[in-house]
Structure formats: structure tokens, C-alpha cells
């Protein structure tokens, strides 16, 4: 068996150990997903979450609310769009700005979601998470706002 040369280098390799097990809960979390035929993909339930949850918002607001990158916020409300889950219409007192909101089709894939699915998805993480020392998501939290503080390239060589 090859050695698993991203687990040994250790702290060097967190922010890819981070995404290949990231990529690994996304892909199975897609199969839950598609045992009920939703036409959501992993990555787009967090940004109908946070319309449900905030309401209608803005590209910034939902990257901000989402702690994603402007960009990819707007390439990930262009395909709600297309989906029809979402709209994006400009307000009366700004037309530069566009305010997305849920549309039917979209409260309906929330409440599928919200009922069905990610109580079988979350269910699923946390008995994988369970028997793990210290609280992950606290450790996680800890870790993000530290590199909000100060992120690594502000840190100290060879500390």
C-alpha cells in the first residue's frame, strides 16, 4: 500500500487534508441526496439555508453570510436561478444592486430539505464525528476565527 503522504507531512498539509475530506463528505452527502431525488447539490444547500434563515440578501451579503467569495456566490446564485429556486430582481432604489430571494420552487426544496434530508445528512455527521475527542466543531470554530484574527502569512516563522 502507497504511504499516505498528505496525512504523515502533518500541519503542512491541514488546508488539503481539510478539502480532500471535504470533497469525501460532499460526494456522499450528494448520494443521501440523490436516495431522494433532490436537484440540489451539496454546495447550494448552504445559500438556500441562509435565504431562509436571513431572508432576501444580497451577492456580498450571501458571500459574507456563507464565508464564500463574492464570485462564487454569484456563480452559485446563477445556478439556483437556472434551477428556478431562487430570483434575482434589482430594487427600486438601486438598480446596480440585485436582491435574491427564494422562490416557490425554492421554499419547497428548503422545507424538503429542512424535513427529509439534512436531518438524515446531520444525523449521519454527527455519528461519524461522535466518539472524536474535544468537540470538532468547536475545534473548527477555533480554528477559523484565529485565522480571521490572523491569518498564517501573519504568523510567525518557525513558531
Known amino acids: ?28 452527502t450528494q448520494k443521501i441526496i440523490d436516495e431522494y431525488r433532490a436537484p440540489v447539490q451539496p454546495a447550494l444547500y448552504p445559500l438556500l439555508a441562509a435565504l431562509d434563515r436571513l ?17 462564487g ?39 424538503e430539505g429542512k424535513t427529509v434530508i439534512w436531518p438524515r445528512i446531520e444525523a449521519a455527521v454527527a455519528e461519524l464525528c461522535r466518539d472524536l475527542p474535544d468537540g470538532l466543531l468547536a475545534q473548527l470554530a477555533a480554528i477559523e476565527d484565529r485565522l480571521a484574527e490572523r491569518p498564517l502569512a501573519r504568523r510567525p516563522e518557525g513558531e
Do not use: H, N, W
Open 73 to 111: 456566490a454569484t456563480r452559485s446564485v446563477s445556478e439556483l436561478t437556472k434551477m428556478g429556486l431562487v430570483s434575482a430582481e434589482a430594487p427600486a432604489d438601486d438598480q446596480r444592486r440585485r436582491v435574491i430571494t427564494l422562490t416557490d420552487a425554492g421554499r419547497e426544496a428548503v422545507r
Open 55 to 71: 431572508g432576501p440578501l444580497g451577492i456580498g451579503e450571501i458571500a459574507e453570510a456563507l464565508g464564500i467569495t463574492q464570485p
Open 1 to 28: 500500500m502507497v504511504e499516505d503522504v498528505v496525512r504523515s507531512l502533518g500541519y503542512l498539509c491541514l488546508g488539503t487534508r481539510f478539502r480532500r475530506i471535504g470533497e469525501r463528505l460532499q460526494a456522499d
